[in-house]
Antibody, heavy 121, light 110 residues
Framework: QVQLVQSGSELKKPGASVKVSCKASGYIFTDYAMNWVRQAPGQGLEWMGWINTNTGNPMYAQGFTGRFVFSLDTSVSTAYLQISSLKAEDTAVYYC??????????????WGQGTLVTVSS | QSALTQPASVSGSPGQSITISCTGTSSDVGGYKYVSWYQQLPGKAPKLMIYDVSNRPSGVSNRFSGSESGNTASLTISGLQAEDEADYYCSSYTSSRKTVFGGGTKLTVL
């Protein structure tokens, strides 16, 4: 069965960096795109962008350029989200979500359990 | 890209039907048949309930249905059950080749 398992919660100080992992299993990793979605505490979902798992080419949504980097390690079927120069407003749950077949960054059929990143001094 | 507009909350009694609206523009909801709906139970990851405006993924109850008119999409839940209490989000493909979510609607089953 398809599973996306994310790394555990992180507590970081402002200015630090964090790298969240998303390990996929139960399907061919490079056959489906991987998306990232942010949810701030008590807020709605925000699509951050996606990465083509075949080419490694990332695409970032408005507001997620510069400090946010999507990457892959296809040898271990894992996608990564790195955020640098962390700010308090980056505090959120970050989800990885698989793009449905034929709909790379439009529909998300499987989701990770979410990783809470807390930025606090 | 602005978020799609959803009502903050809706409520209904068991057995009733409710409808959640999702209003966008001709650059997203009204321009493409790529609207989806997600259910998010408390403390859980979202779950895809509807795609392509009105299609249900395998395993999703037929009590959930979707439709669209102009720049507004709608999710209808019939035969409301206590387990349907959750947050619901719409999303749409946009003309800038991105995806945008709605602000979310909290469904309360009375």
């Amino acid at each position: 069965q398809v599973q996306l398992v994310q790394s555990g919660s992180e507590l970081k100080k402002p200015g630090a960096s964090v790298k969240v992992s998303c390990k996929a299993s139960g399907y061919i990793f490079t056959d489906y795109a991987m998306n990232w979605v942010r949810q701030a505490p008590g807020q709605g979902l925000e699509w951050m962008g996606w990465i083509n798992t075949n080419t490694g080419n990332p695409m970032y949504a408005q507001g997620f350029t510069g400090r946010f980097v999507f990457s892959l390690d296809t040898s271990v079927s894992t996608a990564y989200l790195q955020i640098s120069s962390l700010k308090a407003e980056d505090t959120a749950v970050y989800y990885c979500a698989r793009g449905a077949e034929g709909y790379s960054y439009i529909y998300f059929d499987y989701w990770g359990q979410g990783t809470l990143v807390t930025v606090s001094s | 890209q602005s978020a799609l507009t959803q009502p903050a909350s809706v409520s209904g009694s068991p057995g009733q039907s409710i409808t959640i609206s999702c209003t966008g523009t001709s650059s997203d909801v009204g321009g493409y048949k790529y609207v989806s709906w997600y259910q998010q139970l408390p403390g859980k990851a979202p779950k895809l309930m509807i795609y392509d405006v009105s299609n249900r993924p395998s395993g999703v109850s037929n009590r959930f249905s979707g439709s669209e008119s102009g720049n507004t999409a709608s999710l209808t839940i019939s035969g409301l059950q206590a387990e349907d209490e959750a947050d619901y989000y719409c999303s749409s493909y946009t003309s800038s080749r991105k995806t945008v979510f709605g602000g979310g609607t909290k469904l309360t089953v009375l």
